[in-house]
């Protein structure tokens, strides 16, 4: 791990750059650092509520018990950041909901709340749709094999009658002959 990090200000994940809100630089153990939402998205579709896979090492780095928000921001990036965004807003993260709050005042709450939720609308959309991929999909199977039985119910049963016809008639004909 190099000290001298140059001021790479974009996400390896989402390429999109740091702030001090919800794409805050969050360094994981292994050093490698990615925006705040692109970990809880990670977070959401990761069945291991409690830790984070790096997805550039794969190593493994404990959530925090207060929450994904209060892993260490990066110091580096954020002295990048212009001087009205170095101080890291206060967010909550709930993985039962799937989204990310912006604490503060009320006022500011007020002020923020359009754009926050917008925002988890966003958030919600996208996680929920990774989070349960199974349950459509065996669904649809289930929908296929009754389907596949309706369409086909009258082509099986008229091929198992003519070939019972066959059958009878084979019988038929060697009894005649045999009788002869
Ligand atoms: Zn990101
Ligand atoms: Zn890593």
Not at 13 to 41: D, M, Q, W
Not at 111 to 119: A, D, I
Request: aromatic letters at 10%; hydrophobic letters at 40%.
């Amino acid at each position: 791990m190099s000290e001298e990090k140059s001021c790479d200000l974009e996400c390896a994940i989402c390429f999109s750059n740091y702030n001090n809100v919800f794409r805050a630089p969050k360094v994981l153990n292994c050093g490698h650092t990615f925006c705040l939402e692109c970990l809880a998205r990670m977070n959401m579709k990761s069945n291991v509520a409690e830790a984070i896979l790096c997805p550039l090492c794969r190593d493994l780095t404990v959530v925090p018990k207060d929450g994904l928000p209060k892993l260490g921001n990066d110091p580096n990036i954020l002295s990048c950041l212009p001087e009205a965004m170095q101080r890291i807003h206060s967010i909550h993260f709930s993985r039962d909901k799937g989204m990310l709050f912006k604490k503060g005042s009320r006022s500011q709450r007020m002020k923020e709340k359009k754009k926050v939720k917008t925002f988890f609308v966003s958030t919600v959309s996208q996680s929920l749709d990774v989070g349960h991929p199974a349950e459509p999909d065996s669904h649809r199977q289930q929908d296929q094999s009754c389907c596949w039985w309706s369409h086909n119910k009258w082509f099986i049963i008229v091929t198992i009658f003519v070939i019972l016809m066959f059958v009878g008639l084979l019988i038929s004909s060697i009894w005649f002959f045999m009788g002869r």
